[in-house]
T-cell receptor, first 114, second 118 residues
Framework: DGGITQSPKYLFRKEGQNVTLSCEQN?????MYWYRQDPGQGLRLIYY???????QKGDIAEGYSVSREKKESFPLTVTSAQKNPTAFYLC?????????????FGSGTRLTVV | SQQGEEDPQALSIQEGENATMNCSYK?????LQWYRQNSGRGLVHLILIRSNEREKHSGRLRVTLDTSKKSSSLLITASRAADTASYFCATDGQPQNAGGTSYGKLTFGQGTILTVHP
């Protein structure tokens, strides 16, 4: 079955550590996205990529980095520069252009600073 | 920036009743979508309505779009306990490309928490 997989489901980060969240899709979608969700809040866009080897900052990119070396993969690194990283992180993918029909989301990674 | 604003923030109803959630937005859009999120899970796409459409149905879901008022509503008929979840609207408001189609970048609202009591 086609889908989008995020790992790990839970992640604990120590102060000053960088951590990387994985996102893989086998839907042959061109675009991939990372969102952050805080308790009781909506989703805020961190980064997005519409094509391999290219990505753009979203509304809250500071303290985060991404790469898009393969169409299927869009890992997110939460760096030590992100002062309040505890949140629920959601990865999504979609087709683009006239085929755009909405996002397919992964099941999320819950990151906690310890 | 958050474009969509959902109303109400929380809604509590009995099984069998209808649930109506509203979404308002600020700028022109290519399309508007509704998503559902069960607690601690990812979002699931429910329905997409394009800016040139006024109403759309999918099973027990009915979505309306009024571009003159910059608002949309999601109606869930004959609700079930399993409909308990958060519901989000999302707008695709980026300028379209030369072909008049979407780039796919969405802005989400804060969500409505729906509780359906058995």
């Amino acid at each position: 079955d086609g889908g989008i997989t995020q790992s790990p489901k839970y992640l604990f980060r120590k102060e000053g550590q960088n951590v990387t969240l994985s996102c893989e899709q086998n839907l042959n979608h061109d675009a991939m996205y990372w969102y952050r969700q805080d308790p009781g809040q909506g989703l805020r866009l961190i980064y997005y990529s519409q094509i391999v080897n290219d990505f753009q900052k979203g509304d809250i990119a500071e303290g985060y980095s991404v790469s898009r070396e393969k169409k299927e993969s869009f890992p997110l690194t939460v760096t030590s520069a992100q002062k309040n990283p505890t949140a629920f992180y959601l990865c999504a993918s979609s087709k683009l252009g006239h085929l755009f029909g909405g996002y397919t989301f992964g099941s999320g990674t819950r990151l906690t600073v310890v | 920036s958050q474009q969509g604003e959902e109303d109400p923030q929380a809604l509590s109803i009995q099984e069998g009743e209808n649930a109506t959630m509203n979404c308002s937005y600020k700028t022109s859009i290519n399309n508007l979508q509704w998503y559902r999120q069960n607690s601690g899970r990812g979002l699931v796409h429910l329905i997409l309505i394009r800016s040139n459409e006024r109403e759309k149905h999918s099973g027990r879901l009915r979505v309306t779009l009024d571009t003159s008022k910059k608002s949309s509503s999601l109606l869930i008929t004959a609700s079930r306990a399993a409909d308990t979840a958060s519901y989000f609207c999302a707008t695709d408001g980026q300028p379209q490309n030369a072909g008049g189609t979407s780039y796919g970048k969405l802005t989400f609202g804060q969500g409505t928490i729906l509780t359906v009591h058995p």
